[in-house]
DNA sequence: ACGCATATTTAGCACGTCCTAAAAATCGAA
DNA sequence: TTCGATTTTTAGGACGTGCTAAATATGCGT
């Protein structure tokens, strides 16, 4: 059985294009040309003739005009792409003293050119993190994750309700370092103080202290009630 | 003054080509379109275009049919890469293990996607080395090296002679593995014993413990006389 | 000084990835 | 159901990097 990868039998786009149908699939069901093209921030154009190639490959099934699956190959070599940002992402901040908010570029380009050996090494050196700094999963070296339960957000939250910081997105390093400076990271405990009416600021007890926040920023971080 | 490097300012083809002038040069004076072409495996026909692109960037000069020399841009280029190889393969084997005859094709494809700001956190954590884990000095941030002295290699001992081992070549795994397990590394003492005759058999005394190496081998280990 | 071996360059082509502009298919609303 | 807006695809082109085959320059040995 085959689970290893020899470095470079997919181009750093081809991985690219893969990882981002992935999470448009976990999200929303089939991928539109459109979006593609916005997640990877090219023209929709360029994206028509990559999928074809895709598809000659085996990775995808394209329906014309109707958008995009993952073969099980596919998905394969975008979760093996996704193992090995997240876990670069754990290891620059538990063993170099990366700040939170400069880990995703960083692993943007590390992802396409570490092999599975430095992966699986770094991994074991940090302990074999179930998730990233960000609190997403990270994919087995076999390509398997666990994606857990639909997860709410602060936004959704009824004042006086009670959680637990599980994710937070992080595709924006602004944001994240902003989240890092309130405390809103992966374990930390908030209460839903009041919410102001008319999208207005949350108030919020993050691990004890006192902060508002606006519904914008709320929704991107994902929670788990815990009573 | 700009020293850092905005990641992706060139190439990666680019990069390696500027490093194989480098070393080229560093040897042999002018390179020439058949030396680099076959440092990088490739036609030479091909490096002809490319020579012209980079010397239209300002990287190198060349005289037709005459060869390639490097500027000073070229060769801030190539040694800030060479820089990010050695601290990449230094990391590699003191921070997670690796066995010295692996680190240079892992370091070979990291060097073009790792940040200033990343080697420099690698080479902090492992107490800043000066040279590679093959005795290859580490250029500075800013494009600095010192190459040190001309070095001799074991081929050249006479016969009762005393050495230290001073750095090796490391373009080849299969040899480099040899050495280590003969324990020809940087920092071992060695005696040549005697020398058999018709590019016969090198006697030698590693750290006290025999061993007989061909002249050929015996030519990639660099060494220092110490009296 | 000449001719030949060798080194180098040019010519023409391929492939992957991107682009813009134009054509075509789809979908929703009147 | 038909039209207009939106989405997607096609057409045609650019760029970087590689290839082979053919042309050309260099330099050495006689």
Redesign the pocket.
């Given at each position: 059985m085959m689970t290893g990868r020899a470095t470079g039998d997919?181009?750093?786009?081809?991985e690219?294009?893969l990882k981002v149908i992935y999470e448009i699939e976990r999200r929303g069901g089939a991928a539109?040309?459109?979006?593609i093209?916005q997640q990877?921030?090219?023209?929709?154009?360029?994206?028509?003739?990559?999928?074809?190639?895709l598809a000659d490959q085996g990775l995808l099934e394209?329906?014309?005009?109707?958008?995009v699956r993952l073969t099980d190959a596919g998905r394969r070599v975008a979760l093996l792409t996704i193992r090995r940002h997240r876990v670069i992402e754990a290891y620059l901040t538990h063993a170099l003293g990366y700040p939170w908010d400069r880990v995703h570029d960083e692993a943007e380009r590390l992802e396409h050119a570490a092999s599975d050996e430095l992966i699986d090494r770094m991994a074991a050196a940090i302990g074999e993190p179930a998730t990233d700094p960000h609190g997403a999963p990270i994919p087995t070296r076999w390509g398997e994750i666990d994606e857990g339960p639909h997860l709410g957000t602060i936004a959704e939250l009824a004042p006086g309700q009670r959680c637990r910081v599980v994710r937070v997105s992080d595709d924006d390093a602004r944001r994240l370092r902003y989240l890092g400076e309130v405390g809103l990271i992966p374990g930390a405990e908030v209460v839903l103080v009041s919410r102001a009416p008319f999208g207005g600021p949350l108030a919020l007890l993050v691990d004890g202290v006192e902060h508002a926040i606006g519904p914008a920023l709320a929704s991107h971080v994902m929670i788990e009630t815990s009573g």
């Open positions: 997919y181009t750093a786009p081809v690219d294009y539109g040309t459109n979006d093209a990877l921030s090219i023209a929709p154009a360029s994206v028509s003739g990559m999928v074809r190639r394209h329906e014309r005009y109707r958008g």
